[in-house]
């Protein structure tokens, strides 16, 4: 893609009214829509108090202009920015202003696309401008920042730089095939095949750390009528998001509310309790409850602690049996304020599911009273693969997950073909091209166009 020679111009801030309002220009007319608007030439970097004039002379606002000449700038194109009072009439007007002069109206994200196709930014710290505006907790905002200075790309770069020093070491191994083998095997080929792998599964590791901070967690919460689920989520939620009552099966519907643990974004989805019924309503909802399993990453299949003591009852056994395979599940034993002689505690049990045996996770808990609840949490962000120490993560995005597991799937081929004897360089040399294509795309190096369109249209406009 090559930069538009348009001059572009759009509301920086977001809609409504507020102290301040901020509206961008970026392009080449820059310079002359100051001068027309502030009516004389200003100084870079330089915070200036003006009157922001109309067409007629007349004043539109008053407050702080900022230029930015080329290439010191955010877009690396000359850029304006005009500071005044955040009220949407007046911002219009001085965005009406702008256009009058020359400017088109900016299409969302194109600000940090010029920034990009100028060699401002690459792709990785494009994108982590909107994951940075959009980060819903504080530790995916730093994580944000993180990427936004470059962490998560010096990483790939440095997985690439290691590709790209084994594919010379390869290639120039080709031009000799009389001596291919000794070459390769003096040049340890093999060991540092090794070694680049263990890398990229380290940084795929946090990664995919990122991506949770990014995505947050869909936890469902199922099981029988009447077995607290609507007290977890009220519980969970801090708050009384879901109706309780005695009377089993009060909820009708999916009833979901954020929630934050420890930096991770959750949406815990309260469901219909699971059980045969002529109710053409409840029927409706148990639907629902499935579909809302179909969509989550984690279910909490609850029972009553005084139900099978212990154990698990029939029909929770059921239900567990009846979820996806791939479904993560915690069992968790509500109400062991009114059972026996049960404690809150977290226990790992191997069980036969399916005649296969599987370590299972239960959680023994009160809602009412909130015992066991934070041993819940810590569960909930273990099985979903979180851990204490986020700080070091890459807000990673699904495209950048896919690009480092193909990159890895084509590395494990290449590590079969050095171990081959003989081994097909070729077809080695060929995995380490794959490999290296796959990585670069993550920084934008070797990135179609009508991905590029489809991720800043993704941005909101003025950024």
Known sequence: ???SPDTIA???????????GVVRVSGAAVPGIATAIIGRALAPREATVAIFRGGRGEPLDQGLALYFPAPRSYTGEEVLELHGHGGTAVLRLLLARCLELGARLAAPGEFTQRAFLNGKLDLAQAESVADLIEAGTATAARAAARSLTGAFSEEIRALVEALVDLRMLTEATLDFPE????FLRAADAG??????RARLARALARATQGALLREGLTVVLIG???????????RLAGGEIAIVTPFAGTTRDAIASAIDIDGIALTVVDTAGLRATDDPIETLGIERTWAAVAAADLALVLVDARAAGEGIPAHAAAILGALPAAL???????????????????????????????????????????????GLRQEMLAMAGAHEDMEG??????????AMRGAERQLAVAAQHIAA?????????????????????????????DLLGVIFSRFCIGK
């Not at 001596?179 to 000794?182: W, Y």
């Not at 060991?191 to 680049?196: E, M, Q, R, S, V």
């Not at 404690?343 to 809602?367: I, N, Q, T, Y």
Request: no cysteine; glycine share 8%.
């Open 1 to 3: 893609m090559i930069p």
């Open 421 to 449: 004897d003989p081994p097909p360089l070729e077809l080695f040399a060929e995995e380490l091209r794959q490999a290296q294509a796959a990585l670069a795309a993550i920084t934008g190096e070797f990135t179609a166009d």
């Open 328 to 374: 993560p599940r915690l069992v968790v034993h509500n109400k062991i304020d009114l059972a026996a002689a049960s404690a809150p505690r977290v226990e790992r049990r191997d069980e036969s599911v399916a005649g296969e045996a599987r370590a299972r996770r239960h959680v023994f808990l009160s809602a009412k009273t909130g015992a066991g609840v934070d």
């Open 10 to 20: 759009a509301i920086a801030t977001p809609p409504g009214r507020g102290g301040v």
């Open 191 to 196: 060991g540092k095949l090794a070694a680049l």
């Open 179 to 182: 001596e291919d083998i000794d």
């Open 393 to 402: 993560t890459f807000l990673a995005r699904a495209r950048h997950l896919d």
């Open 224 to 234: 029988e009528p009447n077995v607290g689920k609507s007290s977890l989520l009220n």
